[in-house]
């Protein structure tokens, strides 16, 4: 559904973009609110915008060129997505955040209104504030989503070895999870996500990607 006014695949906002022929790819039952704009892909950065199934996107969001959206995801009234930015499923963004290009944001994560991202956004995490802070896990959006309690522990147990401990740095927790045995999924998407951040620059793991992304024409 596509609501009044909304611009959409319209010419990326790239200053090196020169009018090739590039994509904006949407999938099904997604919702386009008033004024919202979203732009096709750039040549140098893989010729497409993509949009999943299910999604929300509210009045006068912005999502930029060659941005990855995956389902289910929350896009409040007035969010600034920057191109090449991956949005997984499930996370919700409110009202007025800016997200810097080339971030990803991760499944089932929680940004707050009027937050400025610069760097990646961990899967499960609430993130707020300027400059953005990881404040606790997003369980109560967990717990909407059908995650069981068990499961919900152990993520903030995660959690809390990851940004509250005081004698391991991530490097040597990462390996800890990585060690044990039956390691839940959801502990592994962590530890995933945290090992792509370190390939990346400045806190984001796209930024690895930019060469590749750059060399398509």
């Known amino acids: 559904v596509i609501f009044p006014n909304a611009v959409i695949g319209s010419e990326p906002q790239d200053l090196k973009y020169r009018g090739g022929q590039t994509k904006l790819i949407i999938g099904s039952n997604n919702i386009i609110r008033e004024c919202v704009t979203i732009n096709t892909g750039t040549e140098k ?36 997505l920057g191109g090449h930015i991956k949005i997984e499923k499930y996370a919700k963004l409110m009202g007025l955040a800016g997200i810097q290009p080339f971030v990803t944001i991760g499944q089932y994560s929680y940004v707050g209104g009027l937050t400025r991202i610069v760097q990646d956004v961990p899967p499960y995490m609430i993130v707020e504030g300027n400059p ?12 909407r ?16 070895q990851l940004f509250r401990s005081e004698t391991l740095n991530r490097g ?6 990585e060690n044990q045995e039956n390691l839940l999924p959801e502990v592994k998407v962590l530890t995933d996500f945290f090992r792509n951040v370190d390939k990346g620059k400045s806190g984001r793991y796209r930024e690895s990607l930019r060469l590749a992304l750059t060399s398509v024409a």
């Not at 040597?172 to 999870?177: G, H, K, M, N």
């Open 132 to 143: 953005a802070k990881v404040r606790q896990v997003n369980a109560i959006g967990l717990e």
């Open 45 to 80: 950065g893989g010729g497409e915008t993509l949009i999943g199934d299910n999604n929300y996107f509210m009045a006068c969001s912005h999502i930029a060129h060659d941005c990855v959206i995956e389902d289910n995801v929350l896009v409040a009234n007035g969010v600034l």
């Open 145 to 160: 989503a059908g995650f069981s309690q068990d499961k919900i522990n152990v993520i903030k147990e995660a959690f809390r």
């Open 172 to 177: 040597q927790i990462l390996s800890e999870f």
